[in-house]
């Protein structure tokens, strides 16, 4: 069992940016890579990002490339993704995750989620 906790989400402006959290607790060492998804209101839940566990690999969607950086601190067991430029299409629930797999960007690559965290960017 894995247990995942997102934080950091809020309400911002275009072209602000925001950090999210993510910590993890449980069996973690069993998840070599941890990956953010994200789900807009009506539309199905999208890859954002992941990074495997020494932070030697790192994939991200085309829609967030060189705008948004995942990251992670083992010693913490938290990954975090860094947002910039935010734009009104960014705007949806974020959500943390993790997989066994090497670049999984599909979300039944995965098997543990978060709640979520609400981001909300206004133009």
């Known amino acids: 069992q894995v247990q995942l906790v997102e934080s950091g989400g809020g309400s911002v402006q275009a072209g602000d940016s925001l950090r999210l959290s993510c910590a993890a607790s449980g069996r973690t060492f069993d998840y070599g890579t941890s990956g953010w998804f994200r789900q807009a209101p009506g539309k199905e839940r999208e890859f954002v990002a992941c990074?495997?566990?020494?932070?030697?690999?790192?994939y991200y969607a085309d829609s967030v490339k060189g705008r948004f950086t995942i990251s992670r601190d083992n010693a913490r067991n938290t990954v975090y993704l860094q947002m910039g430029s935010l734009k009104p299409e960014d705007t949806a629930v974020y959500y943390c995750s993790v997989s066994a797999l090497m670049y999984p960007t599909r979300p039944n690559d995965y098997n543990y989620w978060g709640q979520g965290t609400q981001v909300t960017v206004s133009s």
């Open positions: 990074i495997n566990r020494s932070s030697e690999r790192t």
